[in-house]
């Protein structure tokens, strides 16, 4: 595997499949004493999924809800 001038490398189909890496997917490189190591970074994710955890308690059916998108 090449890194180009940016920087960038390409992770082979197998690794991406794998690991479940979609496009959008967010990834970070963490060094050990062994070397570097691609992660997948959850933080954001879960940092988001806390942030709207709740919102959508209220009792409504779905028509209700419905009714309020469409005014």
Known sequence: MRVTQKGQV?????????LGIQPGTEVRFELDVSGARLVLDHGQAAAEIARIQGAGD??????????????
């Not at 779905?62 to 469409?70: F, H, N, P, V």
């Open 58 to 71: 209220i009792d409504l059916s779905t028509d209700e809800i419905l009714a309020l998108t469409r005014k």
């Open 10 to 18: 390409t992770i082979p189909l197998e690794v991406r499949r794998a």
